[in-house]
């Protein structure tokens, strides 16, 4: 037989084992204000509520699978971290968690920048009524296309990912007559403690300009001899839902010796440093993330003591959060459909949506939380694999939980802290519709982006 092929049997599907998942809870009922959103509550009748709406009477309305947008707990977190930073830093929502034209409206209405990553993330930030000077664009493979659009609209910077790119948004934004403010991202050499995917700071990767080998340094000669280009800082970035500060310490400080090293060859103390985002949220209880003032003293504090150390003014200081806006202000609500016992293993609980709607599972091996939410229950827990309804094994929503064993069919269970790359990530996988996505906000509630339907997929089919 081969090495890499497995007999088929009842451990096929990766059972864990006894003890990598938690004990049940001591209340199945009981919502973690850490992973559901701020106005997630149970009322007298059981049921789950987000602004003061029954989960029954949003399914009623939006239908199943949804996602539900907690909007007075975006605009909190918004605040929380604008305040946090204050004037003298710079936040930059990561819109690549989760766009839309309302969600583009709140951040302006509540101070924060918005960093976009391809043309069409651009265009919704510019149709929504973001000043351009407030966006950032990212990117590894901008088009010239993508660049015009970007220096014409006057974006506040570009974000410089290759020798190429620095050629190319100088020339066009000389062809255009603008100077282009920009940031030259560097990969500082960290290893980041998460996912390999999810991991952005290693060498061995697709992101920025290595720092150790020296091209970082070349890139600043570069960008500094090019009329089209003014360089303003210099971008670092190690990777999504990290918990430790220890991987944002050693990237500031390369990050710092980088600016002594351009100040001493060149003569120009570059004024910004933008530390990326990445900083966790709770996805189960055992999540344990900080909060925005804990984040903003202890970058402060790094950045400050490494630039004293060189001999530095302390730049100004950019973050770029968006799991952590948006990842905890949404649920993702779903109809049980089948239930499956598997004697001796656990429970297949299969919903109206899946890896089409949540591929996070499937692509980081990522751990979610679950609720029964229409009611409450007193039954024992039951071990679940929560699954969807594609043509796919690793269709895996929450891989292991714990809910009532009186769960039935077409009752609501609902998947918190799916914020963030959930809908953006979402996939005509089977020809499913995407859901849509509802914001709640003081007993109402309203569709921001609609649930797609057969019309629209039909009509893409042009064959």
Excluded at 415 to 423: D, E, K, M, N
């Amino acid at each position: 037989m081969s090495r890499s092929a497995h007999p088929a049997g009842p451990r096929h599907a990766d059972v864990l084992t006894e003890g990598h998942y938690s004990a049940p809870p001591a209340d199945l009922n009981s919502l973690d204000a850490k992973v559901w959103s701020r106005t997630v509550t149970r009322n007298e009748e059981g049921a789950v509520t987000m602004g003061g709406l029954e989960v029954a009477r949003l399914a009623e309305e939006f239908g199943t699978p949804a996602y539900f947008l907690d909007e007075a707990d975006f605009r909190a977190r918004c605040r929380a971290w604008a305040d946090a930073f204050g004037s003298d830093a710079d936040v930059f929502y990561a819109g690549k968690a989760f766009l839309s034209r309302a969600v583009v409206r709140w951040l302006h209405e509540e101070g924060l920048n918005l960093d976009v990553c391809s043309g069409t993330e651009l265009a919704t930030a510019l149709d929504a009524g973001m000043p351009a000077e407030r966006i950032a664009f990212h990117g590894n493979n901008k088009s010239e296309a993508e660049i015009r659009r970007a220096v014409e609209a006057g974006v506040g910077r570009i974000v410089l990912d290759s020798f190429q790119e620095i050629v190319r948004v100088a020339h066009i934004a000389q062809e255009l007559g603008k100077v282009q403010k920009a940031f030259i991202r560097v990969t500082v050499g960290v290893e980041a403690h998460t996912h390999e995917f999810i991991a952005t700071a290693h060498e061995d990767q697709k992101f920025g300009i290595g720092l150790a080998d020296g091209q970082a340094a070349e890139a600043v000669r570069r960008a500094l001899k090019l009329d089209g280009l003014e360089l303003v800082g210099i971008h670092s970035h190690i990777g999504s839902q990290i918990f430790d500060m220890a991987g944002f310490e050693v990237s500031a400080r390369r990050v710092v010796q980088l600016l002594a090293e351009v100040r001493d060859e060149h003569g120009v103390e570059l004024p910004e440093i933008d530390l990326g985002g990445g900083l966790g949220i709770a996805y189960t209880s055992e999540d344990d993330p900080r909060e925005p003032h804990e984040i903003a003293k202890a970058l402060g504090e790094i950045v400050s003591r490494e630039c004293a150390a060189a001999g530095l003014a302390a730049p100004r200081i950019s973050v770029e959060p968006g799991r952590a806006i948006v990842g905890p202000t949404a649920f993702t609500l779903y109809e049980v459909g089948t239930i499956k016992p598997l004697e001796g293993l656990r429970t297949y609980v299969s919903v109206d949506g899946g890896m089409s709607d949540n591929i996070r599972t499937a692509l980081y091996d990522a751990e979610y939380s679950v609720a029964l939410v229409s009611r409450t229950s007193d039954a024992e827990p039951m071990l679940v694999r929560v699954v969807g309804k594609h043509c796919e094994s690793g269709d895996i929503v929450v891989r292991d939980a714990f809910l009532p064993a009186d769960l039935a069919p077409g009752d609501l269970i609902a998947v918190p802290a799916t914020g963030a790359y959930c809908r953006s990530m979402a996939s005509n996988y089977n020809h499913a519709l995407r859901p849509p996505v509802v914001a709640v906000r003081d007993g109402q509630a309203r569709v921001i982006v609609r649930r797609e339907t057969e019309e629209d997929l039909l009509r893409l089919d042009v064959g």
